[in-house]
């Protein structure tokens, strides 16, 4: 069964990145870890601010790992399973691996992350795109 784009307008030239985008966004929802997208105040430029924050309980720095790939910010938790004699009779504080990706605009860059307190935090910024018009010119065959 072939699938109709909803960006298949003859307007829209161009946009089957975005499809592609769309594609993969919808793919990755697990659920875990939990996580909130907060808007900071505008920077000293005016920029935009973003800030992601995870809730990454019972990982350390050296089990995290922040990573830019192809306009996705992904961030990985590997926990040893540690067999250290513990006899559980209930175990919810979940220590399973993670991967959670968030796809990044044009223009979106990772300033830095900090965990504190079982949260992960990562900055980003929206730069502003230069405007830029440009005349096009119009060749005549006569």
Known sequence: MSRVSSLSSPFLLGFEEIERVLDRVTKGADGYPPYNIE????????????RIVLAVAGFTRDQLDVVVEDNQLVIRGRQADLDDGR????????????????????????????????????????????????????ASDE
């Not at 808007?39 to 973003?50: H, N, S």
């Not at 009779?89 to 979106?108: D, K, P």
């Not at 860059?109 to 502003?128: F, H, P, S, T, Y």
């Open 39 to 50: 808007r900071l105040p505008p920077d000293d430029a005016g920029c935009d601010r973003l």
């Open 87 to 138: 006899v559980y009779l209930h175990r919810g504080i979940a220590a399973r691996q993670f991967q959670r990706a968030f796809v990044l605009a044009e223009g979106i860059e990772v300033l830095g992350a900090e965990l504190k307190n079982g949260l992960l935090a990562v900055d980003l910024v929206r730069l502003e795109p230069e405007r830029v018009a440009r005349r096009i010119a119009i």
